[in-house]
């Protein structure tokens, strides 16, 4: 991964749909020919995002730079900024060749027709849909619509394009696969792609970088094993979806939870005081054991999850708060559990993020 | 079973009803075959013939029933409702495409417009030819103050078909135009128009019709020289025979084979709007 000149700056962009604020004063640097996931749940500003980017809608603050150039007040067919919608949005009177040409033969630049012909038929083939390329978008699976979305945007050789939930309309199947496709084809070009997705799990297997919004703010942007590991605040570990997260209080140096009074070393500030530990990282001990590693957190068993590499475990805590614990099959055997029986769940408190609202630490 | 007694009469009141539609029409067929020229407009028919038919193209022997004096009215008619189908047609899609952006006083102008076919048209027809004589000071002719009697009649009709059409229009493939460099007007031209075509269509189809027989905005916005329909109503205040009805069996057939057009072109066009639907669905 080569990181370079940011290709793309936006500076204090603010955007309201009425009453409703759905960016609010962002910040974002893209770095040229790199992956960025923008991960957000829905009604985070992701899309609208996207669209203020595109230049189908104008912020009500704040400035936009692409490759030097300010594109705040250029109309959408003069930034030169690909886009790849969810539902694919194919031309349905063209076919598959026409719809890639598409760009190239109504654009503002005169482009020769062996010129057209040429580049289609590379882009077509860069995709894989060499042979389709007389058919019309209703004679495609999605997937291979999909493709021609992409085709379509890329043979005009964009510096940054933006997807809009490209998997989204796609079976789980056709989503792992397109996952691969877009980075391989991503890294044959010189291009940044932004891709915006609601679901962890495809933001953090493929961004370089990944963006987390909430709530129309960037809430953090790192690699994907940064905010893995270290989730700025307890939304984005929410997101994840990965850790269980405890109300409780901290006091200074300890946090008081459900699992007791535990000591803390350091926490990161946050809009309120959360604990939490990773599904992965949480252990399952008898209900009576001694030497636990760290805090005890009493719950009772409800049912198990197997997902193939690993178990997934549901507890459920006195106040009827759901604990997961996620155990990979590659460390052993899972033991047995009895549903409804008492068990103790405990960590090794190193391993624990505290998130707190005093930030003095 | 309820259906055992409800569908039998449903089924005849649906046949008097259409019996009823097409009654008319075929009492006036009939009777266009009527012997000439001793036959008159009323049954029983003396002997089948042709004669009105050809009474109705001059290839008659002279006789007292003179021909129908339709031909310049029924050019003048085609001519008008051909200008009044292009304006109107342009001014509802122009229209209906603005109202996509919910603009302020939006829904007032909504109702100015719709008001145009509200309005009745001996009213529009006389505060025209009354606008031209007293206040603008011009002179009334079937192409300028009927042209835009008609117009303001037939633009709500357009209007409203191309803003259902427009309403289910998934915007997203403009916008898929637009990211791929290609300006707004190139766009509407390459995608949005071939893709409401099929509205389009059907808003050039009512324009023309209601242009083509329209009486009373006519009646008093045309001026001198006559329309289609008011040359026929001239000749029912003589006299009446079956070349009338000669005559209105060809304007029939006439609006059949330009129906059926309309019918091939929309074909061809519904098969793209079924594309279009697909790739909705999956969004």
């Known amino acids: 991964m080569t990181q370079s000149e940011p290709i793309f700056r936006m500076e204090g962009v603010t955007h309201r749909y009425g009453d409703l604020t759905a960016l609010d004063d962002i910040d974002f640097v893209a770095e040229d020919n790199s992956y960025i996931a923008l991960l957000g749940p829905s009604g985070s500003g992701k899309t609208c995002l996207l669209r203020v980017i595109a230049g189908f809608e104008k912020p009500d603050k704040g400035r936009i730079w692409f490759q030097g150039r300010d594109i705040t007040d250029l109309p959408a067919h003069e930034r030169g900024i690909g886009f790849v919608f969810q539902n694919f949005a194919l031309f349905p009177h063209l076919t598959i060749f026409e719809n890639v040409a598409f760009g190239l033969r109504n654009g503002a630049v005169k482009v020769s027709e062996t010129d057209i012909a040429d580049r289609v038929t590379d882009a077509i083939d860069m995709v894989g849909l060499t042979g389709l390329e007389d058919r019309s978008p209703d004679q495609i699976s999605g997937g291979q619509k999909q493709r021609v979305a992409l085709a379509r945007s890329l043979v005009l050789q964009p510096k940054l394009v933006l997807l809009d939930e490209p998997l989204g309309a796609l079976d789980a199947n056709l989503r792992e696969r397109m996952q691969i496709e877009l980075r391989a084809i991503r890294e044959r070009l010189d291009v940044t792609f932004l891709h915006v997705t609601g679901s962890e799990t495809e933001a953090l297997a493929m961004g370089d970088k990944v963006a987390v919004l909430d709530q129309g703010q960037i809430v953090q942007y790192g690699t994907p094993d940064a905010i893995y590991d270290s989730p700025a605040i307890s939304d984005v570990a929410l997101f994840l979806n990965r850790f269980n997260l405890f109300n409780g209080e901290l006091q200074g140096d300890t946090f008081v939870g459900p699992f007791g009074t535990v000591p803390v070393t350091a926490a990161q500030p946050n809009k309120s005081d959360v604990y939490a530990i990773r599904y992965d990282r949480t252990r399952i001990f008898s209900a009576d054991a001694v030497d636990l590693p760290g805090p005890a957190l009493p719950v009772r068993y409800l049912a198990s999850e197997y997902l193939g590499s690993s178990i997934v475990f549901l507890f459920e805590t006195k106040d009827r708060k759901t604990v997961e614990v996620d155990h990979h099959l590659s460390l052993g055997e899972p033991r047995d559990l009895t549903v409804g029986e008492n068990y103790t769940l405990s960590w090794d408190p190193a391993q624990a993020i505290v998130f707190g609202k005093e930030t003095a630490r | ?283």
């Open chain 2, 1 to 283: 079973m309820e259906s055992k007694v409800l569908k039998p009469i449903l089924a005849v009141y649906v046949g008097l009803f259409i019996l009823f539609l097409y009654g008319p029409f075929i009492v006036l067929g009939i009777l266009s075959f009527q012997q000439g020229p001793e036959g008159g407009p009323q049954f029983p028919i003396i002997s089948w013939s042709t004669y009105w038919y050809q009474h109705l193209f001059g290839l008659t022997p002279p006789s007292r029933i003179a021909p129908l004096p339709v031909g310049e009215a029924l050019i003048r008619s085609l001519v008008l409702a051909f200008m009044t189908m292009v304006t109107a047609t342009v001014l509802g899609v122009m229209a209906a495409q603005a109202f996509r952006k919910r603009f302020r006083g939006a829904g007032i102008v909504f109702y100015l417009i719709v008001l145009g076919m509200m309005v009745p048209g001996v009213l529009t027809g006389l505060g025209t030819s009354l606008l031209a004589n007293n206040v603008v000071g011009i002179e009334r002719h079937w192409w300028s103050t009927a042209f835009l009697a008609h117009v303001v009649y037939t633009f709500p009709f357009a209007f409203l078909v191309m803003l259902a059409i427009l309403n289910r229009f998934d915007g997203s493939v403009e916008e898929a135009s637009w990211s791929l460099g290609v300006s707004p007007i190139t766009t509407f031209r390459k995608v949005t128009f071939p893709l409401i075509f099929p509205g389009v269509l059907s808003a050039m189809l009512f324009a023309f019709t209601l242009s083509f027989d329209e009486f009373p905005r006519t009646l008093f916005a045309s001026g001198r020289d006559q329309t289609l329909p008011l040359a026929i109503y001239g000749t029912f205040s003589v006299e009446i025979h079956p070349n009338i009805f000669a005559f209105g069996v060809m304007t029939t057939l006439f609006s059949f084979a330009l129906l059926s057009v309309y019918g091939i072109l929309m074909a061809l066009s519904v098969r793209r709007a079924k594309k279009m639907a697909m790739q909705e669905d999956i969004a």
